[in-house]
């Protein structure tokens, strides 16, 4: 069972979110490059034969924070999914930041758990399809603790109600990542009681005629942010066979 840092970061810029997650990742990207000088260097060799493999002394770390608004466009994404000018967006409040993750626009905003894991896949797997399904278990069975049956939807990314319904599909958590030398960082965007009127202005990770919702919409209450948090902390170290460390 490994250790994860975990952080409850409350409300923070999301580009002060993004600085911090680059500066996680650096370290561990760091360590790795280390332990891979160390493998190779002639001190490791004995005499009965190659040197065992440095183990590279990475940390893993689990973020959750909230944002004020802002949408947010993955490397792949299109410009265009923002449905509004930039002035606009400036009367609205809203900020704007083109990514290094994957996928496409999203949102953003206060009442949404967003969530960083910076995790080193080489002492998990390496394999960032399967890292994403567990993101996803992740969401699916803290929705299961409030009634919410969360499924995927074949060939999206993120977390849906009613995804098979046509007419009915509702996506209640984005995602989107980015992995260097394996370790990830961005993550996932879990709507408990968001304001779902800002995705009116942008078409939601790119894909037009499906709805978004939360957890209040869905339940017809706010369970509260701290509930949620903690469902979804257990919920975590139970897929990544974890322990949650609080950072000091």
């Not at 250790?3 to 600085?19: P, T």
């Not at 500066?23 to 990207?29: C, I, M, Y």
């Not at 002035?87 to 949102?107: H, P, W």
Request: glycine content about 8%; hydrophobic content about 35%.
């Amino acid at each position: 069972m490994q250790e994860v840092f975990f952080e409850d970061m409350g409300a923070i810029a999301y580009k002060d979110a993004w600085n911090y997650q680059e500066a996680l990742l650096k370290k561990n990207v760091e360590a790795k490059m280390l332990a891979k000088t160390n493998a190779s260097d002639p001190v490791h060799t004995t005499l009965h034969g190659p040197a065992i493999e440095t183990i590279a002394n990475t940390r893993h770390h689990l973020l959750l924070c909230e944002h004020p608004p802002v949408y947010t466009l993955g490397k792949s994404g299109h410009a265009e999914n923002v449905l509004i000018s930039e002035a606009v967006l400036r009367q609205k409040g809203i900020e704007y930041y083109q990514t290094n993750r994957g996928g496409d626009i999203t949102f953003h905003g206060p009442g949404q758990i967003v969530g960083y894991p910076i995790i080193d896949l080489e002492k998990y797997y390496t394999d960032i399809g399967k890292y994403l399904r567990n993101l996803e278990e992740v969401i699916i069975l803290t929705l299961q603790q409030y009634g919410i049956s969360g499924e995927r939807s074949p060939g999206e990314t993120g977390v849906w109600i009613d995804p098979a319904v046509k007419g009915r599909e509702r996506k209640i958590c984005a995602m989107g990542v980015r992995c260097s030398r394996w370790v990830t960082m961005h993550g996932f965007a879990l709507n408990v009681n968001t304001r779902l009127d800002y995705f009116n202005y942008i078409i939601p990770c790119g894909i037009a005629n499906k709805q978004v919702t939360s957890v209040e919409k869905e339940l017809g209450y706010n369970p509260g942010m701290a509930s949620v948090k903690e469902t979804l902390k257990h919920c975590f170290e139970e897929v990544f066979d974890c322990t949650l460390v609080n950072k000091s």
